[in-house]
């Protein structure tokens, strides 16, 4: 039998890294895209057919899937990992921040995914898509991050049912609270945006608060690898996999409780419950 192949977006760290780690292991050919030149660097010296990749940049992404089409002629596995968090209140960020969060985390997912389609269905292969615990339950000061998840959610609904006459599978991956960069990416975007003329400026805490929020008490990453790779070698696919602290507590609290319980809890924990 021919080696696997599995393509990965956002290999720089975190999920991405830990997941082509945990291919590579189990017999993969890995092919890790990264967006910096040292990060690709770093990914090509551990052995991985390293490529450099702004998700966003459409020609990058075309030129990939050529690039894959001469060298492997078929593809097994695309896992969209690539994205970013931007945090803050939202009308502080307005549409701009909406638009880069969704140009990332949404659109560039299924550009990626529509040009790499050919080779998927060449191999009868499987798109996975990382999206959030976040795209059930939404959080104040994460509005775009969670809309931009919750249509990943979306998204994968519809792509699982579009592919498969084609024989391509889609599984989504939900994380809670994972061990990466995020929570400091997330703090530096935030960060930028907050700011004593922001009417939110009173409650700055609640907005850092929920920038860190991801590394509180986070699982390894590499634990939702070796869970994604059991979850891709098993007999029966499942469409939803959530790994991960709060992965399986969140998404029950938001079917469990009253709306207006939720709220008061959510307003509480990052400092809306007062009156300005």
């Not at 696997?4 to 780690?21: K, M, N, Q, W």
């Not at 701009?96 to 529509?114: D, I, M, P």
């Not at 609904?157 to 889609?170: K, M, T």
């Not at 907005?207 to 699982?219: E, F, L």
Request: one cysteine or more; proline letters at 5%.
């Amino acid at each position: 039998m021919s080696q696997p192949t599995v393509l990965i977006t956002g290999c720089s760290s975190g999920i991405g890294r830990a997941l082509a780690d945990t291919f590579a292991q189990h017999g993969y050919q890995v092919w890790a895209s990264a967006r910096k030149s040292e990060d690709v660097a770093r990914l090509s010296d551990a052995g991985f057919n390293a490529v450099q990749l702004d998700v966003n940049d459409e020609a990058g992404v075309e030129q990939l899937a050529t690039q894959l089409k001469e060298r492997i002629g078929g593809l097994d596995v695309l896992i969209n990992n690539a994205g970013y968090g931007a945090m803050g209140p939202l009308l502080d960020g307005g549409a701009e921040a909406l638009r880069k969060q969704f140009e990332t985390n949404v659109f560039s997912l299924l550009n990626v995914t529509r040009a790499l389609f050919p080779l998927l269905r060449q191999n009868k292969g499987l798109v996975i898509n990382i999206g959030s615990v976040s795209a059930v339950l939404v959080t104040p000061f994460a509005g775009a991050y969670c809309a931009s998840k919750a249509s990943v959610h979306a998204l994968s609904d519809a792509l699982r049912l579009e592919l498969a006459p084609f024989g391509v599978g889609v599984m989504e991956v939900q994380p809670g609270a994972i061990e990466s960069s995020f929570g400091a990416h997330a703090s530096q975007q935030a960060e930028q945006l907050i700011g004593e003329r922001s009417p939110w400026w009173p409650m700055r805490d609640g907005i850092r608060a929920r920038a860190t929020a991801s590394q509180d008490n986070p699982t390894p990453a590499s634990h939702v690898a070796r869970n994604v790779y059991a979850a891709v070698a098993g007999a029966k696919r499942p469409r939803i996999v959530r790994l991960g602290n709060g992965s399986r507590a969140l998404p029950l609290l938001a079917a469990l409780l009253p709306g207006a319980l939720l709220d008061r809890i959510l307003s509480r924990r990052f400092g809306l419950h007062r009156n300005l």
